[in-house]
């Protein structure tokens, strides 16, 4: 199993997804690759037995010890003129040429030292005179000598994981596109492994939105992006099965090239021994939430929201729970000002940290998600499970998870928010109705038990060699129609 | 009810839901201070405007596809709102009606910023130990102190150099409770270590004990100091250095009078007690080390893994330019150069002038890298930035050998007025030659700051060596070996550093 920053030596849903899995397949042994940035990220999970062995891919580390000096070969010309010909030409062109050339890079890396080549001045010469021969446009600022060198530095850290030896394994399961599919092309090409990428969110998207605050210059930016973007089609294409987080996902990935027949959802699941029904509801009509107090859960919309619920219902409650991250606190305080403009300070409130989650659910009559950017929340299934019914901004796989059991809104939009919330604290038949379907479908659909088994099934598909059969997807691409629970409201 | 509220249609989103609810119940206006849903963009040129800072960055559509989507647009609302199948063709749209105009991002803060001050500060620090010498000398008896000594000043700059590179190693991983603990423990070690050195050179030597006791005094105080400078505490520096420099300052103007000998040891003794106290009490808080009645914890032990043998062995060029700097620096003093006339205007140039001009080298350091980032930036060729990368670097070694030539001057100048010494123009060579070293030093100072430890730690070896073999020459030898040692730490400089991948940072 390959990871990028996550488990075992990071904390976040991708790791929980990881130890879930590997503890719900006690029959199979696993060999994590786990690439980090630098050394300070060590080991911070309890490994479970059948973890055989842990090997970290540093990005930022010394580069990986090679041969002694005198006898490495030097990177050859023609392949680093390949390469940066391949990332800087247009990529419907280059994609073919592009998997020989990260192939040869990997014979290479495997022998010589790869970052020597990349941060020589050979290389900075190619990659400016490369440059100034395609750079036309006058407009765009033209790349200096410091973007080809870091450029260049950027890429070298990128390909750091070619430089590893490849395990010979049944499968290898990157559960990321982008770098955590190096180690995977790697054992693909050495060892001839079948390979199966997971993502829960889309990686490619991430990368983009990344660069956007970046701090590199447009050539620097377009040349990384460049490369990115070529890794995850490669990682698209060289997979047997990719099993995206949810269905809207899938359009990314089909997008880069990946073979719909080649695609399956498996969604994120909870223990519904976690998250039991729960019994009542609070006295006031009250709207909860929980999460990460940022941005992006758009908890503006929200408040607005509950503003006009609370004209409309004088007696409702909205509870927020949850914590803005470490040194971003000023959006909680955005948040409470606009709590106090709308006059709501006395009914809207916000609880904190919250020690067992389901005292959350618990709190509210319905349960309220008003991110304006999501993969498949947990917050949704886990109040699902509990039997609350939701109200939710369609992003992401919102609706996926939702389906017909709550009540799905566009994003960034107030009055639509406070219509639905209504709706369901006014019907108390309605709410009590749609929140046990709600249950019903989050246990049939949503549980850690059916995501293993599903993977289980890709495994010993993948480790037999046998073609893993996966139903066509219907031709209409309409997401909901792909679950099983959908049509069933 | 669930059937006849959320019907399924092809035709509406999945998942059904507020979408399809009938009449609004609220009017959007009743919000206060609400956005309307009618701001939204209403066309794909209102939506560019909107999104124009995205769309003029754009390397690709799918970056402005990653926009909208993480603006909480999706295909449904591209379907309605725009007319066009996907996000993905949307964006393409986007792209195609905006051209690219990516703007200059904002500039990053400047790592080589350097205060005014910071380095004026750090060259006194280096200078102002250089009064304890002439001070204790009148302490300290007989040719055995002196070869105490000899040894006591390489071995801590030794132990120092390589202390120094692997707090700053720590630190530069972001690790400053170890780093502070590897310091702690390193000065602990270190201290011990020189002083079983200068133990085994005063028995040689039969050495009076005063002798070794300030060598080991030297030893302490370059350990302090190493930890504080490192730590970025140059106030306690001056506080550490306050007893000894101003003592030592009163007793050589009270014309070093005997019944104060006692008094000058005790001022002489407080500064490297001082800087032992001060840096383990500094470093001990860094570290977040349970304080204990008594102080003296013993770090380290039981610490994880504190340091590496690979660690270790990387310091070792440091630690080994250390010692050879030191030989350059105090070898001449040791055989006594150049002869009757000025056997103590060296001396004064290598313990004043020179620790002084440090500060200047540091300045130029940052000056070199400010000016070499900014050509790195500026420049699209090679060939002409390796050009103006050599000639940046004549410009900071002129600069740096012009500094020294005045400090030196102006130090001869107030050590003459004082009588200490009576130069004669046959101290010329060795003046020269000192200031050779200095340039040399400088230059040293700024491969290593580039990474480049091992040709200066050789280039030193063989000039000390060339120094050592050529010591019947007198200042002559001296002067050679130095001039050397400067044209070829200068021609590699100019190889290694006008090559753009040496700028990478």
């Known amino acids: 199993m390959m990871t990028e920053g996550t488990y075992p030596c990071g904390f976040g849903g991708v790791s929980v997804w990881c130890d879930q899995l590997i503890r719900g397949m006690p029959g199979y042994d696993f060999h994590l690759v786990a690439i980090v940035a630098t050394e300070a990220e060590q080991v911070v999970w309890t490994l479970p037995g059948n973890v055989t062995s842990v090997e970290r891919v540093l990005l930022w580390g010394a580069p990986p010890p090679g041969p002694a000096a005198g006898r490495r070969p030097g990177l050859p010309l023609r392949l680093l003129r390949q390469l940066i010909d ?6 419907w062109r280059a994609q073919p040429l592009f998997a020989d050339t990260l192939r040869e890079l990997f014979d290479y890396a495997q022998h010589g030292n790869l970052s020597t080549g990349l941060a020589s001045e050979k290389a900075v010469r190619l990659l400016s005179d490369a440059w100034r021969a395609r750079w036309q446009d006058p407009v765009q600022p033209a790349p200096t000598l410091h973007d080809a060198v870091t450029a260049l530095q950027l890429l070298d850290h990128s390909l750091r994981p070619l430089s590893h030896r490849p395990v010979p394994a049944d499968v290898g399961h990157a559960v990321t596109n982008g770098l955590g599919v190096l180690p995977a092309l790697a054992a693909k090409w050495q060892h001839g492994v079948p390979m199966l990428v997971t993502e829960h969110g889309v990686y490619l ?44 996902n899938r359009r990314w990935e089909e997008r880069l ?45 929200l408040l607005r929201a ?10 409702a409650r909205l509870r927020l729970f949850g914590v803005p991250p470490k040194g971003r606190e000023s959006y909680l305080q955005r948040c409470r000002a606009l709590a106090a403009d709308l006059g709501i300070t006395a009914v809207a409130t916000f609880e904190g940290r919250v020690e067992n989650i389901r005292d959350a659910y618990d709190a509210g009559s319905i349960f309220v998600l008003s991110s304006v950017s999501e993969g498949f929340p947990y917050s949704l299934i886990e109040a699902m499970t509990c039997g609350r019914t939701c109200v939710a901004t369609d992003v992401g796989g919102v609706t996926e998870a939702v389906g017909d059991t709550g009540l799905v809104v566009p994003p960034r939009s107030p009055a639509r928010m406070a219509e639905a919330c209504l709706t369901l604290l006014r019907d108390d038949g309605l709410r009590h109705r749609l929140g046990a379907a709600a249950r019903a479908r989050a246990l049939e659909n949503f549980t850690v038990d059916s995501a293993i088994s599903t993977f289980d099934e890709i495994y010993s598909f993948l480790g037999s060699g046998r073609p893993l059969l996966i139903p066509a997807p219907p031709a209409d691409e309409q997401p909901g129609d792909l679950l099983p629970g959908s049509a069933a409201g | 009810m669930i059937a006849r509220a959320l019907p399924a249609s092809q035709d509406r989103p999945p998942g059904l839901g507020a979408y399809a609810a009938g009449p609004p119940v609220l009017a959007p206006a009743a919000a206060p201070a609400a956005p309307a849903e009618g701001e ?33 647009l999706n295909d449904q609302a591209a379907r309605t709102r725009y007319g066009v199948c996907d996000v993905f063709v949307l964006a393409e749209e986007m792209y195609r009606r905006v051209p690219r105009r990516p703007p200059e991002p904002e500039p990053a803060p400047d790592p080589w910023q350097v205060s005014k001050t910071g380095p004026a500060l750090h060259g006194l620090l280096y200078g102002l130990p250089a009064i304890c010498f002439p001070a204790a000398t009148g302490l300290l008896t007989g040719h055995a102190a002196l070869s105490v000594l000899v040894v006591a000043l390489p071995a801590s ?24 603990l590897l310091l702690l423990a390193g000065m602990t070690a270190g201290v011990a270590a020189v002083a079983l050195v200068l133990a085994v050179a005063a028995v040689a030597v039969r050495a009076d004990p005063s002798a070794f006791f300030f060598g080991l005094g030297v030893a302490a105080y370059m350990l302090g100091a ?14 550490v250095l306050a007893p000894g420099v101003l003592g030592s300052a009163a007793f050589l103007a009270l014309g070093r009078p005997a019944h104060l000998d006692h008094a000058a040891w005790a001022a002489l003794a407080a500064t490297p007690l001082l800087a032992l106290g001060l840096a383990a009490a500094r470093a001990g808080r860094e570290a977040g080390l349970p304080r204990r009645r008594g102080g003296h914890a013993q770090p380290g032990l039981g610490a994880r893994r504190l340091l590496t043998g690979a660690e270790l062995r990387s310091a070792l060029p440091s630690a080994g330019f250390g010692l050879v700097a030191a030989g350059l620096l105090v070898f001449p003093v040791a055989i006594g150069l150049p002869g009757p006339h000025g056997a103590r205007t060296g001396t004064v140039i290598a313990s004043l002038p020179l620790a002084l001009s440090m500060g200047a080298a540091e300045w130029l350091l940052f000056w070199f890298r400010r000016r070499t980032q900014g050509l790195l930036r500026a420049t699209r060729e090679l060939r002409a930035f390796a050009f103006r990368a050599r000639l940046t670097l004549l410009g900071a070694l002129l600069q740096y050998l ?28 060795q003046s020269a030659a000192y200031l050779a070293l200095g340039g040399a030093m400088f230059l040293a100072l700024l491969l290593q700051a580039f990474g480049s430890r091992t040709f200066p730690l050789i280039a030193c070896t063989v000039a000390l060596g060339f120094e050592v073999a050529w010591r019947g020459l007198g200042a002559g030898g001296q002067l050679v070996a130095c001039t050397e040692l400067l044209v070829v730490l200068a021609g590699y400089a100019a190889l290694v550093l006008g090559r753009a991948t040496w700028h990478a940072c």
Not at chain 1, 86 to 91: A, E, F, G, K, R
Not at chain 2, 157 to 180: E, F, I, N, T
């Open chain 1, 205 to 248: 998207r991430e990368q983009y939105l990344q660069h956007r605050k970046g701090p590199y210059r447009w050539p620097v930016k377009a040349f990384h992006l460049g490369f990115m973007r070529r890794l995850c089609a490669l990682g698209y294409s060289e997979a047997e099965t990719i099993t995206p987080g949810n269905v809207y």
């Open chain 2, 40 to 72: 939204a963009p209403r066309d794909i040129d209102e939506l560019c405007q909107a999104f124009a800072g995205v769309c003029e960055s754009a390397v690709d559509p799918l970056e402005i596809a990653s926009a909208l989507e993480f603006d909480g």
């Open chain 1, 306 to 315: 509950f503003a006009l619920v609370s004209r409309e219902l004088p007696g």
């Open chain 2, 402 to 429: 012009a500094a020294a030539a005045l400090l030196t001057a102006a130090a001869l100048a107030a050590a003459t007025e004082a009588r200490l010494i009576h130069p004669h123009w046959t101290d010329l060579p």
């Open chain 2, 226 to 239: 190493t930890v504080l400078l490192v730590l970025a505490a140059e106030r306690l520096l001056l506080i």
């Open chain 1, 86 to 91: 391949v990332l800087l030409d247009s990529p």
């Open chain 1, 257 to 301: 090239g990946a073979a719909p027949r080649r695609i399956r959802t498996v969604y994120n699941g909870v223990d519904p021994a976690n998250f039991p029904a729960l019994d009542g509801e609070p006295e006031a009509p009250t709207i909860s939430w929980v999460g990460r107090v940022d941005p992006i859960k758009d908890l503006e919309t």
């Open chain 2, 157 to 180: 700059w030794a132990v120092s150099q390589g202390l120094a590179y692997l707090g700053y190693a720590r630190l530069g991983r972001a690790d400053r409770a170890q780093a502070a």
